[in-house]
Every structure is written in structure tokens, then in C-alpha cells.
């Protein structure tokens, strides 16, 4: 039996609107659900891809590690306790789903492209040609990947520098220069 469906008892505290309300559903994707699972896949997936959308900078990935969330909610469902909102545990799932695929990748290509210059595989893809103007999605999308997702954590989503220091096992300094060198690398850009 999941976690959640072990807690009833926090579930019973919230008011319930009605057959659908979040709760209810979640209770019911607890016990394998399918159509319980799907509405609560309909009610999120839009901010869901979005949130791996800008981590990812790239829509085929983003959508490849969105199907990789709701795999993970399916199997991790029990251990929503509801002592946050569902969207912010889902969105913690998330993050911390796209923060494991960026680890895994960037070893993955530490191995392949080995160089003594770690700063080599961190330079943008490419660099905008002079007169041409980018849109922010453009823009943040060319950032090198840890700047990038630093960047997207704490300005789009609001997570402050040692929230993202602990995901991402780096020190406050590291997160705060990152920061500021994607913001430099966007005023670039965007000119």
C-alpha cells in the first residue's frame, strides 16, 4: 500500500469540492487507477513539459523527460504524503528528474569528450550572428547548460541560490556566478 493511501487521514482534513477535486483523484491513482492517473497526467502536463522545456532547451528532450516524470509519478505516487500542494511535490519531481538527466549527461560526455578545459564543454552552441535579434526562448535555450538551468531555477522559477546549490551539489558562490554569467550571456544576445 502507498504512502498516501496509508495518510488518508491528511486528505480528510482538506475540503473536497467534488468527484474530481485533486485529492480524491490522487487517492484513486494510489490504488492504480489508470483514469484517476490521467487526469491527474491532463491537469499537469502542460507545466510539466513547460518547466523541462526551459531546462532542457531543446522540445524533443523536453518531451522525452516528460514522459520520464509521469514514469516516475506512476511509480512514485505513494510517496506523496500531501504535506505540500500535489503541483509543488510534482514540480520537485520534476526538477529533480531533469537535474539527474543534465548529472548523467554531462558524465556521459565528460567520458566521451574528455578535455582538460572543463569551461570547453560549456560554451554556447552557437553564438548569434550581429543584427540578429533572439527571443528570450532562443536566448536562454543558447546558454551553456548549467547556466541555463541555474538561470532558469532561480529567475523563472523562483528557487533562491542555496536551494539550487544543494540540487545541483555546488556552493552558493558557484550558483550565484553562473547566474550572473547567464545573465551577461543573455543582455549579449539579446542586443
Known amino acids: 500500500m502507498t504512502a498516501l ?3 488518508e487521514p ?3 482534513n482538506r475540503p473536497v469540492v467534488d468527484a474530481d477535486d485533486e485529492s480524491a483523484l490522487i487517492r484513486r491513482a494510489c490504488q492504480r487507477d489508470q483514469q484517476a492517473f490521467a487526469q491527474l497526467y491532463h491537469r499537469h502536463v502542460g507545466r510539466v513539459h513547460a518547466l523541462c522545456r526551459r531546462m532542457a532547451a531543446d522540445i524533443p528532450h523536453a518531451e522525452e523527460l516528460t ?16 504535506e505540500s500542494t500535489f503541483g509543488t ?5 520534476t526538477v529533480n528528474t531533469v537535474l539527474t538527466d543534465f548529472r548523467s549527461t554531462r558524465r556521459r560526455e ?11 564543454l560549456e560554451t554556447p552552441s552557437s553564438p548569434a550572428s550581429a543584427g540578429l535579434r533572439l527571443d528570450l526562448e532562443q536566448a536562454i535555450s543558447g546558454l551553456p547548460p548549467r547556466a541555463r538551468v541555474i538561470f532558469v531555477l532561480h529567475d523563472v522559477e523562483g528557487y533562491t541560490h542555496e536551494e539550487i546549490a544543494a540540487l545541483l551539489e555546488l556552493q552558493t558562490g558557484t550558483t550565484k556566478a553562473q547566474l550572473h554569467r547567464a545573465r551577461q550571456l543573455l543582455q549579449e544576445a539579446l542586443r
Open 10 to 12: 491528511l486528505l480528510l
Open 89 to 93: 511535490w510534482l514540480h520537485r519531481l
Open 67 to 82: 514522459q520520464a516524470v509521469f514514469v516516475k509519478l506512476w511509480e512514485k505516487l505513494g510517496l506523496f504524503r500531501g
Open 110 to 120: 565528460a567520458r566521451v569528450f574528455g578535455t582538460d578545459d572543463p569551461a570547453a
Open 5 to 7: 493511501c496509508q495518510h
